[in-house]
């Protein structure tokens, strides 16, 4: 799943989120026969946005789309989806997400599974180290992401 | 609560979407002492957008806030809450949901609720009937919309 290349496109709009002093989640969305749909990261530093999450971007830069493109395709994002994320996730009826890692944040997995969709942890070192690193130098930031405190 | 300046942003908000041709779907957060912190309407046949529901514009036209903003606050939307704006209805933790109807969609309601969030249904003659209008009219843009068929 690592090597999978929407995992590899989700990590580096990770990186290019960190080189930007943003919220480092990156995310891609790719079809059932493996082609990438949009990906995206997290824009609330750089565009003052509570909503363009990376899954959402990755969404929103897909375009719209009938159903049907939805269908067997997978969501990647380096970091366990938040409700919102979750609930655009399960709106499309994507059939996976793939997420690099759920040490730093637990979202809606629980959820995504009852609606029907399949989680799988990559448990990824780097989106982890970018998320760490994140959290500790903006707490505030990171807590307003995720709407705490 | 039909009367509470909420619900009439957002009812002018549906009622701008449908005059652009758009799926009349219109949404206002207000906070717990009734001010109007953001407002929007669907914009998936105007912008392209498969992300910016009615909520979703709501909330991205509130801007950056800090959680302690939204506690207490009110979404009030045109129509049932799809599943996407369902979970950003949560992870903000807005106090309640108040719907225009229910009659030609239902979206996360039983879901809002169980996560702690009060639902209450306006039953308005008017977002219903902007509703039915589109849905007749478009009814694969509508399809599209709710990531079905």
Request: net charge negative; glycine share 12%.
């Amino acid at each position: 799943m690592e090597s999978d290349i929407g995992f590899q496109a989700a990590l580096e709009e990770a990186r290019k989120g960190a080189a930007e002093g943003g919220v480092p989640i990156g995310a891609c969305l790719v079809s059932a026969d493996g082609k990438i749909l949009g990906r995206g990261h997290n824009l609330r530093m750089q565009k003052g946005s509570p909503t363009i999450h990376a899954e959402i971007g990755a969404l929103e830069n897909a375009g719209r789309l009938p159903a049907s493109a939805y269908q067997g395709a997978t969501m990647y994002t380096t970091l366990s989806p938040c409700d919102m994320c979750t609930g655009a996730c399960i709106l499309y009826k994507v059939k996976r997400v793939v997420l690099g890692e759920n040490k730093t944040f637990v979202g809606g997995e629980d959820y995504l599974k009852q609606r029907g969709i399949e989680v799988v942890n990559v448990n990824s070192a780097e989106c982890e180290d970018l998320m760490k690193k994140f959290i500790n130098e903006h707490p505030e930031e990171w807590n307003e992401d995720i709407g705490e405190e």
